[in-house]
Protein backbone atom coordinates (compact mmCIF):
# COMPACT_ATOMS: atom_id res chain seq x y z
CA UNK A 1 0.00 0.00 0.00
CA UNK A 2 1.08 3.67 -0.68
CA UNK A 3 -0.38 6.30 1.02
CA UNK A 4 -0.36 10.20 -0.49
CA UNK A 5 -0.89 13.15 1.23
CA UNK A 6 -0.68 16.38 -0.40
CA UNK A 7 -0.16 19.99 0.76
CA UNK A 8 0.04 23.45 -0.37
CA UNK A 9 -2.94 24.44 -1.77
CA UNK A 10 -4.74 27.72 -1.34
CA UNK A 11 -6.24 31.07 -2.17
CA UNK A 12 -4.72 33.27 -4.68
CA UNK A 13 -4.90 36.14 -6.64
CA UNK A 14 -4.97 35.36 -10.61
CA UNK A 15 -1.56 35.17 -12.37
CA UNK A 16 0.03 33.75 -8.99
CA UNK A 17 1.97 30.86 -8.28
CA UNK A 18 1.67 27.95 -5.74
CA UNK A 19 3.33 25.10 -5.12
CA UNK A 20 1.94 21.62 -4.03
CA UNK A 21 3.71 18.85 -2.72
CA UNK A 22 2.77 15.34 -1.82
CA UNK A 23 4.35 12.85 0.21
CA UNK A 24 4.45 9.22 0.02
CA UNK A 25 5.29 6.53 2.29
CA UNK A 26 3.92 3.15 3.06
CA UNK A 27 6.11 1.30 0.76
CA UNK A 28 9.96 0.17 0.43
CA UNK A 29 9.81 0.60 -3.52
CA UNK A 30 9.01 3.33 -5.51
CA UNK A 31 5.81 3.68 -7.80
CA UNK A 32 6.77 3.70 -11.94
CA UNK A 33 4.82 7.10 -12.09
CA UNK A 34 3.05 9.80 -10.08
CA UNK A 35 0.76 12.01 -11.00
CA UNK A 36 -1.45 14.86 -10.10
CA UNK A 37 -4.95 15.02 -11.05
CA UNK A 38 -7.79 17.72 -10.66
CA UNK A 39 -11.70 17.86 -10.17
CA UNK A 40 -13.37 21.38 -10.56
CA UNK A 41 -17.01 21.91 -9.10
CA UNK A 42 -19.76 19.53 -11.60
CA UNK A 43 -16.74 18.48 -13.72
CA UNK A 44 -15.12 15.44 -14.18
CA UNK A 45 -11.51 14.77 -12.28
CA UNK A 46 -9.25 15.64 -15.18
CA UNK A 47 -5.46 14.50 -15.50
CA UNK A 48 -2.67 17.11 -14.93
CA UNK A 49 0.81 16.29 -15.19
CA UNK A 50 2.48 13.24 -14.63
CA UNK A 51 6.37 12.06 -14.37
CA UNK A 52 8.41 8.13 -14.28
CA UNK A 53 9.62 8.01 -10.47
CA UNK A 54 13.22 7.15 -12.24
CA UNK A 55 13.17 8.13 -15.54
CA UNK A 56 12.42 11.37 -17.32
CA UNK A 57 9.61 10.92 -18.94
CA UNK A 58 7.00 13.91 -18.29
CA UNK A 59 3.82 14.37 -19.70
CA UNK A 60 0.94 17.76 -19.16
CA UNK A 61 -2.50 18.66 -19.99
CA UNK A 62 -2.32 21.19 -22.84
CA UNK A 63 -3.96 23.12 -20.56
CA UNK A 64 -1.09 23.39 -18.17
CA UNK A 65 1.40 23.31 -20.63
CA UNK A 66 4.01 25.94 -19.96
CA UNK A 67 2.32 26.94 -16.23
CA UNK A 68 3.11 23.79 -14.60
CA UNK A 69 5.77 22.28 -13.64
CA UNK A 70 6.10 18.58 -12.23
CA UNK A 71 9.28 17.56 -10.16
CA UNK A 72 10.08 15.08 -7.74
CA UNK A 73 12.77 14.18 -4.84
CA UNK A 74 13.32 10.39 -4.61
CA UNK A 75 14.86 11.12 -1.38
CA UNK A 76 12.33 12.78 -0.16
CA UNK A 77 9.49 10.47 -1.47
CA UNK A 78 8.09 13.74 -3.01
CA UNK A 79 6.31 14.92 -5.63
CA UNK A 80 5.76 18.72 -6.19
CA UNK A 81 3.57 20.78 -8.69
CA UNK A 82 4.86 24.42 -8.99
CA UNK A 83 1.94 25.98 -10.53
CA UNK A 84 2.77 29.63 -12.07
CA UNK A 85 -0.15 32.26 -13.69
CA UNK A 86 -2.97 30.63 -12.15
CA UNK A 87 -6.12 31.29 -13.47
CA UNK A 88 -9.46 30.97 -12.41
CA UNK A 89 -10.06 27.91 -14.42
CA UNK A 90 -7.42 26.60 -12.61
CA UNK A 91 -9.59 26.06 -9.16
CA UNK A 92 -10.30 22.63 -8.49
CA UNK A 93 -9.50 19.63 -5.77
CA UNK A 94 -5.88 18.51 -6.68
CA UNK A 95 -5.38 14.99 -6.02
CA UNK A 96 -1.85 13.09 -6.30
CA UNK A 97 -1.86 9.53 -7.59
CA UNK A 98 0.49 6.88 -7.65
CA UNK A 99 0.53 4.21 -10.12
CA UNK A 100 2.61 0.95 -10.81
CA UNK A 101 2.27 1.36 -14.57
CA UNK A 102 4.93 2.67 -16.62
CA UNK A 103 6.67 4.68 -17.70
CA UNK A 104 3.65 6.65 -18.24
CA UNK A 105 -0.04 6.12 -17.36
CA UNK A 106 -1.19 7.68 -21.31
CA UNK A 107 -3.20 9.93 -18.53
CA UNK A 108 -4.95 7.56 -17.77
CA UNK A 109 -6.50 7.43 -14.17
CA UNK A 110 -7.98 3.92 -14.06
CA UNK A 111 -4.02 2.73 -14.15
CA UNK A 112 -3.60 4.80 -10.73
CA UNK A 113 -4.58 2.66 -7.85
CA UNK A 114 -3.66 4.92 -5.11
CA UNK A 115 -4.93 8.26 -4.49
CA UNK A 116 -4.01 11.47 -1.96
CA UNK A 117 -7.01 12.84 -0.25
CA UNK A 118 -6.64 16.40 -2.46
CA UNK A 119 -6.03 19.90 -1.94
CA UNK A 120 -7.90 22.94 -2.81
CA UNK A 121 -6.21 25.78 -5.01
CA UNK A 122 -8.81 28.35 -5.84
CA UNK A 123 -7.81 31.25 -7.93
CA UNK A 124 -9.77 34.53 -7.65
CA UNK A 125 -10.09 37.23 -10.67
Not at 1 to 28: D, I, M, N, P, Y
Not at 31 to 54: L, S, Y
Amino acid sequence: QVQLVESGGGLVQAGGSLTLSCAASGRTFGPAVMGWFRQAPGKEREFVAEINWTGPSIDYADSVKGRFTISRNNTKSTLYLQVNSLQPEDTAVYYCAASDYGPLSGRNAKKYAYWGQGTQVTVSS
